[in-house]
């Protein structure tokens, strides 16, 4: 990655969060320790909740769009035996009524939570209500009452079981979900179905779409990488189209890559996947042009360019 005419670095930083700060607080100490305006994340953490946070950096922006429906996965610690407010470990809790459920309940009641499911998003939630955010509302003491979404639970599997405490034992699972699943929600419809209750205890995102949590970066690794200065982060980036091995890659001709820079609609000479709904352009060095969707007649539109209008080369991404 070189520095680019986005203001600062260009590519994408796979961080390790940890529980405490948010997800914007991570975004914050990323864009001062590299000097680039421009910073975004791949889907937000709770504060509480800790593992893989996609970062990009200046043009890598542009395609987080393509990002927003990356399947996810967790780690999540279930605590059974009380409810929660915010059905986790921040709310307030109130101990359940009768008796903690057994593994046996708990392994028994997971198949009617994987698949697609209809979901209540929780009270403390981001969801807008009326133009107000929910958890607003909740925290002022109004009633919230949010309508379910669809969600699709791919994997659900119980990996550990204490029941040391009786009353309140805890059940460890790793979840693989779609993208705007609340997995604190999973952990309390989870209680109500085994006849008891649970809130989430602890939370661990081990993978976002292709981001995984062995390939992340650590906050202190990041600010040793940036001790020297901006340019110290550029071994830990990662180029901007990572994750998108979905889309087919489509190398141009010069004269292509020019018509591409201009905006243009152009035909490859060289083919397209039409069954494709994006595709990555690629100059004849290998270099990223642009992120188009495939038309008739093997016509490209070109959505994102990364490419300068006057020379057609690239801007400063790699």
């Known amino acids: 990655m070189r520095r680019g005419r986005s203001g600062g670095l260009d590519g994408v930083l796979v961080v390790a969060k940890p529980s405490g700060p948010t997800s914007h607080d991570v975004v914050g100490l990323v864009r001062r320790l590299s000097s680039t ?47 929660s407010t915010t059905d986790d470990l921040e709310g307030e809790l109130t101990p359940a009524h009768g008796p903690a ?52 639970i791919h994997r659900l599997e119980l990996v550990d079981w204490d029941g040391s405490d009786a009353e309140r034992p805890v059940a460890i699972l790793d979840v693989t979900c779609s993208a705007g699943t609340y997995v604190r929600a999973l952990a309390r419809d989870l209680g ?43 071994a830990l980036l990662r180029p901007i189209d990572v994750g998108l091995d979905r889309f087919p890659v489509v190398t141009l001709t010069t004269e292509e890559v020019g018509a591409i820079a201009r905006g243009q609609f152009v035909r490859p000479s060289s083919g397209i996947d039409i069954r494709a709904d994006h595709l990555r352009l ?18 490209l539109t070109p959505e994102k360019v990364f490419v300068s209008p006057t020379a057609a080369e690239p801007a400063a991404v790699s």
Not at 55 to 71: C, K, Q, S
Not at 103 to 118: D, H, N, Y
Not at 282 to 299: C, H, K, Q, T
């Open 282 to 299: 690629r100059d004849p060095d290998g270099r990223l042009v642009a992120i188009a969707a495939p038309g008739a007649g093997g016509r």
């Open 192 to 234: 109500e179905r085994v006849g008891s209750a649970a809130y989430l205890g602890a939370l661990t995102r081990t993978a976002s779409g292709g981001f995984m949590l062995d390939d992340a970066v650590s906050l202190d690794a990041i600010r040793s990488a940036a001790a020297s200065g901006p340019d110290g982060l550029r």
């Open 101 to 152: 459920p057994s593994r046996a309940a708990v392994e028994a009641a997971l198949p009617a939570l994987t698949g697609p499911i209809s979901q209540r998003p929780p009270a403390y939630s981001a969801i807008k209500v009326a133009g107000r955010r929910a958890y607003a509302m909740a925290r002022a003491g109004e009633s919230v009452a949010l309508p379910p979404r669809d969600v699709t």
């Open 37 to 83: 305006r421009r910073v975004g994340h791949g889907g937000t953490l709770d504060p509480f909740a800790a593992g893989v946070l996609p970062v990009f950096l200046g043009h890598a922006t542009r395609i987080v769009e393509y990002h927003l429906g990356d399947d996810k996965s967790y780690r999540a610690t279930v605590c059974f035996g009380a409810s």
